[in-house]
């Protein structure tokens, strides 16, 4: 997995060329963007002009360029994920996040669709068994909805928490993935 240079992260994406689109599904609006690396974001939102907003303000200073034609493929295959969860290929990502953020998504990736893991479960599998806040600190930070998949993330008791793109959306996915 590639990803953005940590001076282009820390500079909104300076340098750095973006392109986007917005699409419907069944969760409400998704914007898709990717760099010339990979995806570099993948979010869920209500209004798609609140999307196209926050990426803005996260790449501030990056060339943004919608792009509907060039960003079809990765649409098709990340809008088939949603009632498909096991279909969503190996997709070319642009992570920007610490070491340690890359690690818990990278265990992420390896939860099968329709199953689950407690946030303490999940640090136990990268190997720090005490840093559950830390993975519940790095699933929030998760920018790549459904291809790090961190709706796969819940408490110990087994209920849902906190979902960057809203509870019910979560609920939503992982009864989507149940019925596989």
């Known amino acids: ?83 498909q969860p096991d279909s969503l290929a190996a997709l070319p990502l642009d992570l920007q996040g610490t070491m340690f953020q890359q690690r818990v998504w990278q265990a992420l990736r390896t939860i099968p669709p329709g199953q689950t893991l407690s946030y303490t479960a999940l640090a136990e599998k990268i190997g720090q068994p005490n840093a559950a806040r830390a993975v519940a600190s790095a699933c929030a930070a998760n920018q790549i909805a459904l291809a790090i998949p961190c709706h796969r993330i819940v408490r110990s008791d087994g209920s849902l928490s906190g979902y960057r793109w809203g509870v019910a959306r979560k609920a939503a996915l992982l009864k989507l993935e149940k019925e596989l």
Do not use: N, W
């Open 1 to 83: 997995m590639l990803g953005m240079k940590p001076k282009q992260v820390q500079r909104k994406g300076e340098g750095t060329i973006i392109h986007y689109a917005v699409h419907e599904c069944a969760l409400g609006q998704v914007i898709i963007a990717a760099t010339e690396r990979g995806i570099c974001a993948i979010e869920f939102g209500d209004k798609a002009d609140e999307l196209i907003a926050s990426l803005r303000e996260r790449f501030s200073h990056a060339t943004l360029m919608l792009a509907e034609d060039q960003m079809q493929a990765y649409a098709e295959q990340i809008l088939q994920s949603i009632s």
